[in-house]
């Protein structure tokens, strides 16, 4: 009797066992599972949690959140649902949609049933390899809290950011969907396409290859800049992994980054400065991740440069360490693009202990400075993170078209048809070469004109053997005059004529 309820109790325990879930079934593990997102802040503060409201409902998503940055999972829950990833990083809060996700799709933008009018492919762009144009938009698109009205599109599958043209445009300052060594001049059907209504700003690259990859096929994916400042990628067609893209000849990157500028004195010649730019900020998505359908939607946080007076600023409780600036008027956190300004008037300094009271009766009593700021001086020299990225051997020499106005169209001259500046040490020997060609013609017409002169008998001293001679000789009538002798067979036929 014992032996048959202790078999009972066997069959009851494996029975269970067997209708129980599995731990962490259903769920990727390891570490190399899900979107990683990293951010060059330090400091935050990580908690991973679900999203509120989200229950256990048949066809429901549920959300995650990880609040600082790392690696996060989209993971397919038991009965087939799949978990979205929200991830803070300070400056936005990405969300992250599988192919499986209804989102994805309504994300995408189709461009070929937008309005004609709208829409441009920019010839330049998608017939040539490593170009860039500059684009403007019909709206103010806020980025990291600075707002932007020129963009420049680039044939590598990003969007460059900054205000200064350079060569390095890969480094820092971009919103890129997938950053590859695309060459949309392979294919005829190989287009770059821009789409703006007023509202979103989409650039698409359809049907793009890879350079010297193009039997693994071709791309298809968009980035959209919404006016209220959101971010979204779309994919439409990935056909090979994209950790598998070498970076060799060309980054391999997605995500966001910005960085700020500042003048450093040059090694070389101490009065002279140059410009170094420093990344503050990048957000990374896990390549492994970017598949056909799938989508990225990056939705902006509040920084310190939406306050416009200092109360709001002073009272604000964002993430960020805001300061007012009485001088300039500006909240900030110090970290933005306008670092140089921050610095030059002793920004942070000024507002170690000082009340908004303290400001008002300064501001009213002293002008406005002039911030004018011109981008194009001195020399350039990028950093990332605080390293001279002139290190790195896989950032391109992606040319910029300087030209392209508007839409893009109207010109396809390259940067290098732009003539060299002239240098002032070239002017200066332009002058002198001239000054001593002249002064040279003015020296022979007053020889000519004076041949008594001591100038004329210093060079007539100094003759070839070829010049006719000049002999001195009394005249009763002059003091002295000149009389040319004869040289040669000259003289020869004066003796044959005297003979005569």
């Not at 066997?10 to 979107?35: C, I, K, Y």
């Not at 350079?211 to 071709?218: A, H, V």
């Not at 991740?289 to 989508?295: C, D, E, N, R």
Request: proline share 6%; glycine share 8%; charged share 20%.
């Amino acid at each position: 009797m014992r032996g048959e309820l202790w078999f009972l109790v066997l069959v009851l325990r494996e029975a269970a066992r067997a209708l129980s879930p599995q731990p962490g079934a259903g769920h990727d593990e390891g570490p190399g599972s899900g979107w990683a997102a990293k951010g060059i802040v330090r400091g935050w503060n990580r908690r991973g949690r679900e999203s509120p409201g989200q229950v256990s409902e048949p066809d429901r998503t549920q959300l995650s959140q990880d609040l600082g940055g790392g690696t996060l999972a989209m993971d397919t829950l038991p009965d087939n649902r799949t978990r979205v990833v929200e991830d803070n990083h300070s400056y936005y809060v990405s969300r992250l949609y599988g192919p499986s996700e209804p989102r994805s799709r309504e994300l995408w933008v189709d461009v070929a049933e937008a309005n004609r009018s709208q829409v441009k492919i920019h010839t330049i762009l998608s017939n040539t390899h490593r170009q860039a144009s500059r684009v403007v938009l019909s709206f103010d698109f806020p980025f990291y809290g600075h707002l932007l009205r020129q963009i420049t599109i680039a044939t590598g599958g990003f969007i460059f950011m900054g205000d200064v043209i350079h060569r390095m445009l890969t480094a820092t300052q971009y919103v890129a969907p997938l950053m590859a060594n695309f060459n949309p001049g392979y294919s005829d059907n190989s287009t770059v396409v821009y789409f703006d209504n007023g509202t979103v700003f989409v650039v698409q690259w359809d049907h793009v290859y890879l350079q010297s990859w193009e039997d693994r096929g071709s791309f298809t994916f968009q980035a959209a800049l919404h006016r209220d400042g959101r971010i979204v990628f779309g994919y439409k067609e990935i056909p090979m992994s994209v950790p598998e893209i070498s970076s060799s000849q060309h980054p391999v990157k997605t995500g966001l980054s910005d960085a700020f500028m500042i003048l450093n004195p040059s090694p070389d010649v101490p009065e002279s400065r140059r410009r170094s730019i420093f990344e503050y900020h990048r957000i990374e998505l896990d390549p492994s991740k970017i598949t056909s359908m799938s989508a990225v939607e990056f939705t902006p946080l509040p920084t310190c440069l939406q306050h416009r007076s200092c109360d709001a600023c002073m009272s604000s409780d964002l993430s960020f360490n805001c300061s007012w600036c009485h001088v300039l008027q500006r909240c900030s956190s110090g970290f933005d693009r306008y670092r140089q300004e921050w610095m030059d008037y002793g920004c942070a300094q000024e507002a170690e202990g000082r009340t908004c009271e303290d400001f008002q009766d300064e501001y009213h009593n002293s002008a406005s400075p002039d911030t004018s700021f011109s981008p194009y001086d001195g020399d350039l020299t990028t950093t990332s993170s605080s390293l001279f990225i002139d290190s790195l051997t896989t950032e391109d020499d992606t040319k910029l078209n300087p030209y392209a106005g508007g839409d893009g169209l109207q010109n396809n001259l390259s940067p290098k048809t732009k003539g060299t500046p002239v240098h002032l040490g070239t002017i200066v020997g332009i002058v002198l070469a001239v000054l001593l060609v002249a002064a040279i013609i003015l020296a022979g017409i007053y020889i000519n004109g004076h041949p008594t002169s001591n100038a004329a008998l210093f060079f007539i001293e100094r003759r070839p053997h070829h010049w006719p001679a000049m002999k001195f000789r009394s005249h009763p009538d002059h003091s002295t005059y000149a009389e040319v002798e004869p040289s040669g067979h000259e003289k020869e036929g004066f003796m044959e004529a005297e003979q005569c």
